[in-house]
């Protein structure tokens, strides 16, 4: 994460992944797969109370067993409203270039199935947060102790 400018934060993060997965005979013996996962998120902070990001998360090739999942990616929007210093309006677009698609793939020596999911269109979420409790009082300091 680094601050790239006064008004804009970067962040990312990922992983590399090797599965190896032993399935019995019948299914299929051994599966294999080398994927990345990670998320980048890129923030617009135009005042101490407001934010505007976007994120965009990859998840990498899942093995099932009985086959995988194929690698998939997803964007997010969201705006952030500080209204008290415990509360927050927040709005989120998410897949707001309709572009996740998922497949699933079952490949056994007997069944071969493929399904492709995607999302329907965009959803829009609202939402209010409320942090619960706050920071620790300090402890007492001892009295000072007499001469």
């Known amino acids: 994460s680094d601050r790239i400018s006064p008004k804009l934060v970067l962040s ?3 992983n590399l992944n090797h599965t190896e997965l032993k399935t019995p005979v019948t299914v299929g013996g051994t599966q294999t797969a080398t994927s990345l ?3 980048a998120a890129l923030a617009y902070i135009p005042s101490p109370k407001d934010q505007l990001q976007l994120q965009y998360i990859m998840q990498g090739k899942q093995l099932t067993g009985q086959g995988y999942r194929s690698a998939f990616s997803v964007a997010a929007v969201s705006y952030r409203h500080v209204l008290t210093p415990k509360a927050a309006f927040v709005m989120t677009v998410s897949d707001p270039f309709r572009q996740a698609k998922i497949r699933f793939v079952t490949d056994t ?3 071969h199935s493929e399904r492709i999911g995607s999302q329907q269109g965009q959803t829009v ?13 300090p402890a007492p300091r001892p009295a000072p102790k007499a001469p």
């Open 12 to 14: 990312a993060n990922g």
């Open 37 to 39: 996962s990670g998320q």
């Open 109 to 111: 020596p007997t069944i």
């Open 125 to 137: 979420y609202f939402g209010l947060t409320y942090a619960l409790g706050g920071p620790a009082a």
